[in-house]
C-alpha cells in the first residue's frame, strides 16, 4: 500500500504537469496527499519542516542563477546578439542545419560549465530567430535544447563539470574524467540517433508544410530586433565565450580566495553569532553568478544604447519568467524530499537492489529515483547514499572498475528524470512559451535516447573490457 501511494503521488503530479497545471500549485499537494495517507498526523509538520525547508534552501541557492540567466538571455536578445549570431551560422552550415547549430551551442555551453538551466534563458533566443528563418516548428526548439544541453554535455562526456558528473565522485573516490572510453562512447551515441531523430520530426513537419507556428504556439516569443545594422558575429558570441571561460576561471579561483570556509559578524550592535560560509559548497553557484554579471556588462559594453531602450520593459519579462522558473523547480524539488521520506519509496529502494546485474542494477536504481523525484541530482544522491557502499561491494566481487560505477550513475542520473514533473522541463517549456502538449512528445523521445545510451554503454563494457 505504501508503495502504492508513492505511485499515485508521482502519477498526479506527472498528470497535471502535463495537462498544464501549475506545479507550484500541484506539487505539495501531491506531497502532501500522499503524507495524509500515511500518516495524517505528519500533514502539517512535512509541509513546513521538509516541503518547505528544501524549497526555499532551494531558492536561496539557485534564485540568483535563474534571475541573471533570465536578464543575460533578454540582453543577449534585446542587442541584436542573437539575430546576428544566427545569420552567421545560417551562412555557415545552412538554415537546414538549425536544429545541429543549436544543439551544438548548448553543448559547448554545458561543457564549459554553464548551469543547463541558464543555458536554456541564454539559448533560446537564438533557438527562436533561427527555427522561424528557417522555417522549423517551435514546439521542435525544447527538445533540441534538451538534446544539447540536458543529455551527453551534463554527464557522458569525460571531463563535464555539471553537478551529475561531479557527485559520484564523492562516493566511488574517482573523478570527473572516469571511464573516459566509455562516457565518450555514449555521448557520440546519444548526439546520433538524437539528431537523426530530431531530423526525422523537422522533416516529418516540412512534408505537412508546418511553419514556424500558428498564434498558440508563439507565447513568450523573442522581441524582433530594431536596432539597424548587426553587430559582428564574433562581437556577438563574445558574452557567451566569456561566461563559460570566466565560470571556469572564478571556480578555480574562488577557493583560493577563500579558503576552505569564510565567516563574517552579520551586525554591529551586540554580539551576534558568525555567519559561515563553507566556500566549497557554494563556490560553484557563486562562479555561476559571477560569470552571468561579466556576460551582462560585456553586452551592455557592446550595445549599450540599444539595449537600453528596451531594458526596462524586457528586464521586467526576465525577472518574471525567473520567478516562475525558479518556483517551478523549488516545487518539484520539495516534492522528492517530502517523497523520499516515505515508507513507499523504501519499497521502491529496496525492490530495485533485488537486480542481479550489478552495473543493470545501478543504473535502473538511480534512473528510476531521478524519475520519481524529478531531479537527475536529487535521485543519484538518494541512490548512492543508500547504496553505494552495496555498489562498491559489487564491483570488486566482478572485478568491475569504480570508474565504470561511475560513469554508469552519472549518465543514469541523466535518463529518466526528465519526465513530464522535472523541474528542467518545466523550466524550458516556461522559457518557451509552450505546454507540455505542444512539445514534450519530443523531449520524452529525447529522454528514451539517453536511457538506452546507459544500456548500450553497459554493454560495450561488457563486450570490450574498455573503459
Known sequence: ???????????????????????????????????????????????????????????????????????????????????????????????????????????????????????????????????????????????????????????????????????????????????????????????????????????????????????????????????????NPLVAIAPLVLVGVANKLLTLWIPQWYGQSHSFVPAVIGNPAPVVQEVQKIAAIWAVEGALLLGIACVLAFAWKTVAAGFAEGSKAAIGGALLAGMNTASEYGFGAVIAALPGFLVVANALAAIPDPLVNEAITVTALAGITGSASGGMGIALAAMSETFIANAQAAGIPLEVFHRIAAMASGGMDTLPHNGAVITLLAVTGLTHRQAYKDVFAITLIKTLAVFVVIGVFYGTGVV
Request: charged letters at 10%; aromatic letters at 12%; glycine letters at 10%.
Open 1 to 231: 500500500m505504501a508503495f502504492v501511494i508513492v505511485l499515485a503521488a508521482l502519477c498526479f503530479l506527472m498528470y497535471v504537469a502535463y495537462r498544464g497545471h501549475s506545479v507550484i500549485l500541484f506539487a505539495p499537494v501531491a506531497a502532501l496527499g500522499a503524507v495524509l495517507l500515511t500518516d495524517p498526523a505528519l500533514v502539517a509538520p512535512m509541509f513546513t519542516g521538509l516541503f518547505m525547508d528544501k524549497m526555499v534552501g532551494f531558492l536561496k541557492l539557485y534564485f540568483p542563477v535563474f534571475l541573471l540567466g533570465a536578464v543575460f538571455g533578454k540582453v543577449i536578445e534585446l542587442s541584436g546578439f542573437s539575430k546576428s549570431i544566427v545569420a552567421a551560422t545560417i551562412k555557415v552550415v545552412g538554415a537546414q542545419r538549425a536544429i545541429l547549430s543549436i544543439v551544438l551551442v548548448c553543448a559547448l555551453l554545458t561543457y564549459g560549465g554553464v548551469s543547463l538551466f541558464v543555458v536554456v534563458f541564454a539559448v533560446y533566443p537564438f533557438a527562436a530567430e533561427l527555427f522561424r528563418q528557417a522555417g522549423i516548428p517551435k514546439r521542435l526548439i525544447p527538445g533540441t535544447i534538451a538534446l544539447g544541453a540536458f543529455t551527453f554535455t551534463m554527464d557522458a562526456l569525460p571531463g563535464t563539470p555539471q553537478i551529475q558528473n561531479i557527485i559520484p565522485s564523492s562516493f566511488f573516490g574517482t573523478n570527473a574524467w572516469a571511464a573516459p572510453w566509455l562516457g565518450t562512447i555514449g555521448a557520440v551515441f546519444i548526439l546520433i540517433v538524437g539528431m537523426a531523430y530530431l531530423d526525422w520530426r523537422r522533416r516529418v513537419a516540412q512534408r505537412k508544410g508546418e511553419g514556424y507556428g500558428d498564434e498558440a504556439a508563439l507565447r513568450n516569443e523573442p522581441a524582433a530586433f530594431a536596432g539597424g545594422k548587426l553587430a
